[in-house]
């Protein structure tokens, strides 16, 4: 089976990133915004590799705006936009390992939390998200163009 690693990714990575996401999720970009990403927030888009193949990705953006975990307050976040593992290969704490080191990324770009927003349904990275400590900030109605709702949840990050 072999030892996966954790990397940063690079503008070659890009494709097989685009092509995991298809694969595993119904949201979609176009290819510039990847590009974009890693050109802005390279330290915190990151990829897992198994055998010299792609088979998980981490994509985020720092942003400073209104704190998901203090009333009021404003904050330096790192907003996790996409992270996805290939089926195959799921269940092996890739995707934890993925949030965690992006989450030290983050935290290392002064960040001092971490959210982001996911399917209602989906219990499986809910269930990811909870155990690394983030919680339900909020539910966003009709987030998703098929009518689903989201929950933005958010994890403090440091100490
Ligand atoms: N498949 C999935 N999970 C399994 C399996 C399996 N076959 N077998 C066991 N599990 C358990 C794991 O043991 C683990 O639980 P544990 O930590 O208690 O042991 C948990 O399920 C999965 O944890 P990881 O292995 O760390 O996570 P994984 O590498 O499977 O990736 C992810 C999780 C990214 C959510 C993955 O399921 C995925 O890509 N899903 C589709 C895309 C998706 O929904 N992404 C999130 C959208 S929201 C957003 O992007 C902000
Ligand atoms: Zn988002």
Redesign the pocket.
């Known amino acids: 089976m072999g030892e996966y690693q954790i990397r940063r990714c690079e503008r070659e990575d890009i494709l097989a990133v685009i092509n995991i996401n298809a694969d595993?999720?119904p949201?979609h970009y176009s290819d510039y915004f990847y590009y974009e990403i890693l050109a802005e927030f390279p330290e915190t888009f990151l990829v897992?590799e198994l055998g010299g193949v792609l088979v998980?990705y981490?994509m985020c953006r720092i942003e400073y705006g209104f704190s998901h975990l203090k009333r009021l307050g404003l904050a330096r976040k790192g907003h996790?936009?996409?992270?996805?593992?290939?089926?195959q290969?799921?269940?092996?704490?890739?995707?934890?390992?993925?949030?965690q080191t992006t989450q030290d990324a983050m935290a290392a770009k002064d960040a001092t939390e971490s959210y982001?927003?996911?399917?209602v349904t989906?219990s499986?990275?809910i269930?990811?998200?909870q155990?690394l400590g983030y919680k339900v900030s909020s539910r966003l109605e009709a987030y998703y163009k098929d009518g689903e709702a989201a929950l933005v949840m958010a994890a403090p990050l440091g100490q």
Request: net charge positive; charged share 20%; aromatic share 2%.
């Open positions: 595993t999720l949201e897992a998980g981490v996790v936009v996409s992270v996805a593992v290939t089926q290969h799921r269940g092996k704490g890739i995707g934890t390992l993925l949030m982001l927003e996911v399917r989906n499986e990275a269930a990811l998200y155990r």
